[in-house]
């Protein structure tokens, strides 16, 4: 176990720097005089000299690299260059909540929806009832999570006015109550714009499952129902199949948060990173995407563990 | 006896005496992911094989399955290349990759695979495939074209009908001619038959072996054939060579072999055929399954499975050994003409005390 | 001679081999789930370039403030106007063909380089695969919309620079797919064969692998155009994309986000069409599968 896990770790720390350096690279290769759109109009030479000493921008590229990743792995992160020049690590912490929680709701409604209209697909089998869960999944893998949001905001709050079209009230403002009440809204939407995959996943391990395993066929002799069996055997055997599909979720549930947080106005991860980016924020922009590499791949390696907690093949194998 | 080899249509033996395949000492391994471990293991596939391949001979290897043939077989082509060791062919180093060998190549050495399904590339008309060979022999295409014809009809296809077609609209028998044109095209000097017809049903066998038999007299080819099936040895070798977890075992002429067989493998091998065994030799049986290749016996590899074992087979190694003419055997205690040990001390030869 | 006679020749119908076969695989393709979404996406790339051209529409951005926001059916506007007086059908079809433009474009860029990588990842297995298969992963096992929007913000927005964003995390798709594909192949004895006969790696990249990796890698691509075109709309909604004026899906909506109570259709309309493109996308991906599955597996 442990050493799965000591196995997995030069890999991860592999992805993280590989990212960090993306994303470093991408700010500083890319075209673009970063000092002059920093300042924008305010533009003098000492305040660009001052800017370039902060960015250590008169450094050969590796050398800021690695100045930054030593800062970065010590928790320097440093100030915002956008007035009023709040801490890096103020700013995460603040995105913190809000992001965590959509991605908590939001990953829990997918998983309700990508497991019980699967099984519902499969235990019905009935080619309608199939055939309608297919339509449901293609038609939400087909819209944008975006338009998905803009639709169902205008629809639901704007024109039935039930729910409130505002995402996020502090729960040092309105309480906790309010405070979920008010995110459920959005969470909803990205539950919906990430099932459809969960679905197809987890529907194909149902098959399989159903076609291959001889207690299948033991039970079906016996003349068990295909929803029973669903229900008593098959489930059980199949939370390998379901962590896979929550595993897959992850990064797409990070990505549909940028989109979902700007309709909804919700100052979280992705309100940040499209911020520092687009107002070239470097410090506030490397930090937050870094930060949100660092999540996916632990949200990852919580998964393989969880795999070879319940896998005992793997279990025997390390112990 | 072992008679039925009278009637083979494998022409006198036409070794030139020549070398032309010199494999000294040849290392092959494969590392595959341990469970519950960041190490690999080891496969030992091929270990330490030395042996001779005269021009115009050809040299059977048998085995049982995972005994390290197919291996031995892709080794000598490259792929991959050795772990240790040495390869010559037609007085080519082979394990040497520059720019001369990879020229000669398709003129040294060529294989025709188990499998013809994926011997073939699907995507690939038949034409092409067998002209494969000759791009890098600075041929014009008309030159091309006819070697192509002129192979495809020696391996009993019909050119205008066969060589538009790919090779899914082929039946298993003819994609293996397929295979075997292809082969053969350039002439090699060394043709490796990784189990030519285990593939196919038995007519088409018979036919198959009848058609290498022929190319081979024909184009005066040496082969190094592998198999499983002993009746197709009988009818293409002229020598054989028993192989256990990558090792070989015994070495001799056809005839000796069958008759005579030194190593109690290769006396276990025959014996699972009923009409190869002497009456008045013990039938020998192979117990159990070989061992892993990953982690193989100390000593002599095959001694867990051996009736005859005794303490000294699992420390030393036993040495590959001229015990007859022209037969060499990897045994502390080989057979006699009754089917049992001829001795009960070991051989200093085997110990390798002696020089 | 006992052998020179063909074998099984009576199973095979032998005349007209060629023909018989490329008729016979396109009877494969004329079934509803493959044509349905066929002609559907044929239509909307044939209305969106041809269109303004056939209909003499008004430029999409030379709309007059008077126009205010005229409902579908007015006179020389059929689709109505936007807030500023733009021809909402004029902007529908110009913003099409750039939705268009930037997602084939991205998707091609992903298909070109990713491919190529994938391949040569999985026919160089040992050093260069692994270094080359990391990279991948690290593109691959990251958001991919944040590192669009990050490049996407620091190139500045333009129809260009969007394609590079897009396309940038493409590769890491067809990479893995390509390089998975290439795993297999590179299996095959006739890969042995053809290096036995001296021919060299990327010679037996081209004419052995990739034949045989294309179909599945073309398949991929349906998918990796409707992701890329959900890229382009959420890119260009959120402002990083194609810049206003041009118009694409996704900046319409965008732009008339404000106006949803007041006037639904600017954005149920680019809605509808971005939901047709790439429902049909993913159809006609399945479809081509599924007869994929049937015929050649
Ligand atoms: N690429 C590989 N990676 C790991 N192990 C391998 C590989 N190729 C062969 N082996 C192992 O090497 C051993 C020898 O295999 P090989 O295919 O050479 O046997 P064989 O004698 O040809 O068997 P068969 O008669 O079944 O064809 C086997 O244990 C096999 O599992
Ligand atoms: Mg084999």
Partial sequence: MLRMILGRLPQMVIVVLGTGFLAFSIMFVLPGDVVRSILGDNYTPQAAAQISAQLHLNQPFLIRYFSWLGDFVTGQLGTSLIPPHQQVSDLLGQALLPTGEMLLFGQIIAIVLGVGLAVLSVASRNRVVDRIVQAIALVCSSIPGFVLGLLLLELLAVQFQLVSPRGWVAPADGGWGENISHILFPSLILGLFTFPVMMRVFRAELVSQLDDEDYVTLARLKGISTGRLIFRHVLRNSSFGLLTVVGINVARLVGGVVVIEAIFGIPGMGTLIKNSVQQHDTPAALASITFVAIFVVVANLLVDIAYAILDPRVRDAAS | ?355 | MTTATPTNTSMIPTSKRGPRLRLYRARAYRKPSVIVPAAILLFILLACFAGPTLFHLPKPSVGNLSDYLLPIGSPHHLLGTNTLGNDMLSQLLVGGQITIIVSVGAMALGLVFGTLIGMIAGYYERIVGAVLMRILDIIFAFPDIILAVAIAAYLGPSVINTIWAIGFFNIAGFGRIARAQTLRVVRMDFIVAGRSSGISGFSILWTHIWPNIAGRVFAYALIALSYAMMAEASLSFLGLGVPIPTPSWGNIIGSNQSYMSLAPLLIVMPAILLFATIASANLLADGLQEKRASTIE
């Fill in chain 2, 1 to 355: 006896m072992a008679a039925r080899n009278i009637g083979s249509v494998n022409s006198p033996h036409q070794s030139s005496g020549e070398p032309l395949l010199v494999v000294t000492n040849l290392v092959q391994e494969f590392s595959v992911p341990k469970r519950g471990s960041l190490r690999n293991a080891t496969v030992s596939a091929v270990a330490d094989v030395s042996f001779v391949v005269d021009r115009g001979e050809t040299l059977a290897i048998v085995g049982e399955t995972g005994s390290g043939k197919t291996s031995l077989a892709r080794t000598l082509l490259g792929a991959p290349p050795p772990k240790k060791g040495g390869i010559t062919i037609d007085g080519h180093d082979v394990t040497k990759r520059n720019r001369a060998t990879r020229k000669a190549q398709s003129r040294l050495v060529q294989m025709i695979f188990q499998d013809p399904s994926s011997a073939l590339d699907p995507t690939w008309s038949v034409q092409r495939i067998v002209s494969e060979p000759l791009q890098k022999l600075g041929l014009s295409r008309q030159e091309r074209d006819d070697r192509v014809a002129d192979t495809l009809r020696r391996v009993g296809l019909n050119p205008e009908r066969h060589s538009r077609r790919r090779p899914s609209e082929l039946s298993g028998g003819q994609q293996q001619r397929v295979a075997i044109a292809r082969a053969l095209v350039g002439r090699p000097a060394l043709t490796v038959l990784d189990e030519p017809v285990t593939a196919l049903d038995a007519a088409t066998q018979s036919q198959v072996v009848e058609l290498l038999a022929e190319l081979k007299n024909e184009f005066g080819l040496t082969y190094l054939l592998i198999a499983h099936d002993l009746a197709v040895v009988q009818q293409l070798a002229d020598r054989v060579a028993t192989m256990y977890l990558g090792k070989i075992c015994e070495e001799a002429s056809v005839a000796t072999l069958f008759s005579t067989p030194a190593h109690p493998y290769t006396a276990a091998l025959l014996s699972a055929i009923p009409s190869f065994t002497p009456d008045e030799r013990p039938r020998l049986r192979l117990l159990g399954e070989p061992p892993s290749p990953i982690d193989p016996p100390t000593g002599c590899r095959f001694r867990t499975r051996c009736a005859f074992a005794q303490e000294v087979c699992a420390t030393v190694e036993p040495r590959l050994r001229e015990v007859a003419p022209g037969q060499n055997v990897a045994c502390h205690f080989p057979l006699g003409a009754d089917g049992t040990p001829s001795t009960t001390v070991p051989a200093p030869e085997s110990l390798g005390t002696v020089a």
